[in-house]
């Protein structure tokens, strides 16, 4: 539900704002550490005034050679019996789904035969496809970006979240859908989806999306309902949450007025957790050194980036990855040219790395390293072999995190020592930590509005066009690999 910060300061930050219950993504901790990873962190929240539930991922977001190994189907089934399981997802691959891939559709099956829901993304596909995503098992999706598609997916059976995040702050937009189909808000959700810090600090978690609901013409009534009854019952959890009923759980927002979300008191499991925007109780921190345990989930791999490592082939016409969003990348092929920057994805244990190209990042930006990708291995950006290497080795250092190098020294850092994903911060330090990121990024020619998600789907393989990913410069379009990773000597 959000990036960079543990669920912990997460539930510290959002509670005092009405959040008494998050449905929350495993993927951080399944990629490094696995099922004992997840049910550490999972049985440790379960004493959380905020509650947690959980989705369970059953392939990666980016594919990776060790996924097999990684996603172990009786693994999976053991994950999906913890009593904070409420759903399998999110499943980023709908292709896989429409084109009947049978590995994942038994992975999805092991949810539905324990009545879980599946949490679908199905960005880009047409209305042509989603009937046979919905019959191959999705249950929602939280990727519409026009009401139109919201309406599409909702006459099929999807059950639609609609969106406003850091990075897709559409909500105004898509509720648009209810002015058509005004009875789809007896079924539709509010989803802050997984965003930054800033953006939490700034607008708010769920009182955000009221307050955009409200401020389009949704009554109170049905903006209410969207994000309490509607998620609980779509989550087959309205026994336990979403109303205020005898055997539920004793969860309250006490509110001056229906207009104004952001509540005085907040009671969560019948405590009062918070009053006046103040946190009251104590939310429990995982043992984060029992989650992430192996040397690459540490980052203590005993080894050191080269320049070298970073040289491209010797080619008339290479492929470049040009941005032309925050996300959103156009393959082309040419001679490399002023304003371009070395790239690689680099393994964690250093055995080998994905060199390319990349246009339209930050032209001035000596060299660049971070653990933060879907793939959970190190993204290197740079002008210079000789910076890049300085920066994934002062990464090694801090274990993971992001490491800016201007020439020969370090500019700015955040360490993320937990798995290289996570900081103890508080979500106020690690937003003032990220303003400073994307102050250092314009200064060095970043043209975007959210450098961490640019930095996070390079190797995302789910979205168009061509991706940086643990085989190479991949097309995603053609499913064709453009320029293959090498053995690091």
Not at 220 to 243: H, Q, W
Not at 267 to 279: D, E, H, K, S
Request: with cysteine.
């Amino acid at each position: 539900p959000a990036h960079i910060i543990t669920p912990s300061a997460l539930a510290r930050h959002v509670l005092p704002l009405g959040t008494t219950t998050l449905f929350a993504d495993t993927l951080q901790f399944w990629e490094l550490g696995g099922r004992r990873a997840f049910v550490t962190v999972a049985d440790a929240l379960a004493r959380s005034p905020l509650k947690f539930y959980w989705m369970v991922r059953v392939q990666g977001q980016t594919r990776t050679p060790d996924e097999p190994r990684t996603f172990r189907p009786r693994e999976l089934a053991r994950a999906l019996t913890h009593p904070w399981v409420a759903a399998i997802g999110e499943v980023t691959r709908w292709t896989e789904i429409h084109g009947g891939d049978h590995d994942l559709l038994a992975r999805l099956e092991l949810g539905r035969a324990r009545a879980l829901r599946v949490e679908g993304h199905t960005a880009g596909a047409r209305s042509d496809k989603i009937p046979a995503i919905a019959a191959g098992g999705l249950t929602s999706d939280h990727e519409p970006i026009t009401a139109a598609e919201v309406l599409d997916r909702a006459r099929q059976g999807i059950a639609v979240m609609l969106r406003d995040s850091s990075l897709r702050p559409d909500l105004g937009g898509l509720l648009d859908a209810l002015k058509d189909a005004p009875g789809l808000a007896a079924r539709a959700m509010l989803t802050a989806d997984g965003s930054m810090p800033a953006f939490i600090r700034d607008h708010g978690f769920v009182d955000h999306l009221l307050r955009t609901a409200l401020a389009a013409g949704v009554s109170p009534a049905d903006a209410y309902r969207m994000v309490t009854l509607n998620p609980a019952t779509y989550f087959r959890k309205d026994d336990e949450i979403g109303g205020i009923a005898p055997g539920r759980y004793a969860d309250v927002c006490v509110l001056s007025d229906l207009s104004q979300p952001r509540p005085e008191i907040v009671i969560a499991r019948g405590r009062v957790a918070a009053r006046n925007g103040r946190v009251l109780v104590k939310v429990p921190e995982p043992a984060w050194s029992r989650v992430f345990t192996s040397p690459a989930a540490r980052l203590r791999g005993g080894w050191r980036a080269r320049p070298d490592d970073f040289r491209l082939p010797e080619r008339n016409s290479l492929p470049v990855i040009r941005l032309v969003s925050a996300v959103i990348t156009r393959l082309e092929e040419r001679r490399p040219v002023p304003g371009d920057l070395h790239a690689a994805l680099v393994d964690r244990a250093g055995r080998w790395v994905a060199p390319a190209l990349v246009a339209g990042f930050a032209d001035r930006l000596d060299g660049l390293a971070a653990t933060v990708t879907t793939d959970f291995n190190i993204v290197v950006l740079g002008r210079s072999r000789e910076a890049m290497a300085r920066a994934v080795n002062r990464l090694l250092q801090v274990h993971g995190g992001i490491v800016i190098v201007d020439g020969d020294r370090v500019a700015w850092e955040l360490p993320l020592p937990l798995g290289g994903i996570m900081t103890r911060l508080s979500l106020t330090e690690a937003a003032r930590r990220e303003d400073e990121l994307h102050a250092l990024l314009r200064e060095r020619g970043y043209a975007f509005h959210d450098p961490f998600f640019t930095l996070l789907f390079l190797a995302a393989d789910f979205l168009p066009a061509v991706r940086l990913t643990p085989r190479g410069v991949w097309d995603v379009k053609a499913g064709r690999l453009l320029l293959p990773r090498r053995r690091r000597v």
